[in-house]
């Protein structure tokens, strides 16, 4: 015979986990909403308070004596909701990005992506082979997970929304450019990562290099670009013929994103990089019309609240073993990604592009690790290439980075954005 449900439960019941959860999940709604209201005139980035959140919950859960979500052994959560929620931040970004398509635009974006992110992976592969003891896959792994810039996180910092001139600098478009686009262009490096660690990278080089790299960018920007195109077409005509509702457009990015996320996905090449293909050609196509900045409100909404939704369930599921899976070594590589790495290439690499040093350094400064990297650490973690320790080992190094990263930058995303910009 099955129990009785709790609510029908005869005397005095205090509720089961359901109900727990639901409490949990409404305070954190109302913690959001306080949090994001005037963020613009807060110290703190609203990030900090999720975290901070989760990590409570976390602590109730042991309090209560009730298992959390084991990442390691079921990271299809994490990775979906991590999936989801850059889909439609990377598309957000997208439609940010003003500035036409211009060599002197978009110069210190290239570098930041060609550059950059290709030798941040190696600085924190050797790191991860020679001080942590990783594999040469594990190692490679590690530094790819860790590449990509988090435009949900960056969005404090980045530009503004379509129409906000004083929030659009070449500073801000760079690190809003580089946190969208680098999130879809860190796949191929996990995957070659995942192939080293498979250990026949000699007999699949060539077909990873033709179908994971060749074809799966190229096939990403001509869906992205083009399927962005035809629906900002498709939604002016049918707003100007009054058949799209004003109060429903406001949240036509969301269907707009996951359509042309999932038909590039079923193309086998990469759907971040088309959202962000998608997303600045809507916004070229749309350059002039007030829809944009109606659609990008909605999506902008949705962003923030998968945002929370990612790093509340990273909170969440933070253990104390689980912290020091990582060791002194990978608890290390935080501060040497955030505060050597970062800096060291971007100050080097930006040395001829024209930017003045505060603009450098704000750049240097706000290489924010978040949503992406925990998006690509479950997919490695789901994808089963790494013994258990290795496994553990990359895993909560990540975590501890990302958790790292959101304390340090969102403590000081506004502070530093006004004295190197003037304006948080």
């Avoid at 005139?41 to 976390?58: D, N, P, Q, T, V």
């Avoid at 479950?378 to 975590?399: H, Y």
Wanted: hydrophobic share 60%; charged share 15%; net charge negative.
């Amino acid at each position: 015979m099955l129990e009785p449900a709790l609510a029908a439960a005869v005397g005095f019941d205090f509720g089961d986990h359901f109900a727990l959860a639901l409490l949990g999940f409404g305070v954190a709604l109302f913690v959001a909403i306080g949090a994001l209201s005037h963020q613009g005139e807060r110290a703190f980035s609203a990030s900090i308070f999720y975290l901070l959140l989760g990590l409570f919950a976390a602590g109730v859960l042991s309090v209560l004596e009730v298992a959390p979500i084991d990442p390691l052994a079921k990271p299809a959560l994490l990775e979906r909701v991590a999936e989801l929620a850059l889909v439609v931040a990377v598309f957000a970004t997208g439609l940010r990005l003003e500035s036409g398509f211009r060599w002197r635009t978009w110069r210190s974006v290239a570098i930041l992506i060609g550059l950059v992110m290709p030798f941040s992976i190696a600085a924190v592969a050797l790191f991860g082979a020679l001080v942590m003891g990783l594999s040469v896959g594990g190692a490679i792994i590690l530094g790819a997970v860790l590449a990509p810039t988090d435009p949900v996180l960056a969005g404090d910092v980045g530009v503004g929304s379509p129409g906000e001139v004083e929030l659009h600098g070449e500073p801000r478009f760079s690190l809003s450019g580089e946190a969208a686009l680098n999130d879809g262009l860190a796949s191929p490096f996990v995957l070659l990562g995942i192939l080293v660690a498979e250990g026949d990278v000699a007999d699949r080089l060539g077909g990873f290099l033709a179908a994971d790299v060749l074809y799966g960018v190229a096939v990403a920007l001509v869906i992205g670009a083009g399927g962005g195109y035809l629906t900002a077409a498709a939604a002016v005509r049918l707003s100007e013929r009054q058949l799209l509702d004003d109060k429903l457009d406001l949240y036509l990015a969301v269907p707009a994103a996951l359509s042309l996320y999932g038909l590039t996905e079923l193309a086998g090449a990469y759907g971040l990089v088309a959202m962000f293909a998608a997303g600045v050609a809507f916004r070229r196509y749309e350059f002039g019309h007030e829809l944009n900045r109606h659609v990008h409100e909605g999506a902008e909404v949705v962003e923030k609240f998968g945002e929370l939704a990612v790093i509340l369930l990273l909170g969440s599921v933070v253990t104390v073993s689980g912290l020091g899976a990582p060791g002194a070594a990978g608890w290390l590589l935080a501060p040497v990604l955030l505060l050597v790495i970062r800096p060291g290439l971007v100050a080097a690499l930006l040395l001829g592009s024209g930017l003045s040093i505060r603009d450098r350094a704000f750049l240097a400064w706000f290489g924010v690790r978040g949503v992406a990297a925990l998006y690509y650490v479950s997919l490695v973690v789901a994808a089963g290439v790494l013994d258990g320790v290795e496994e553990a080992t990359v895993f909560w190094t990540t975590v501890v980075c990302v958790m790292v990263s959101i304390l340090v930058h969102g403590v000081t995303a506004t502070s530093i954005s006004r004295r190197l910009l003037g304006r948080a």
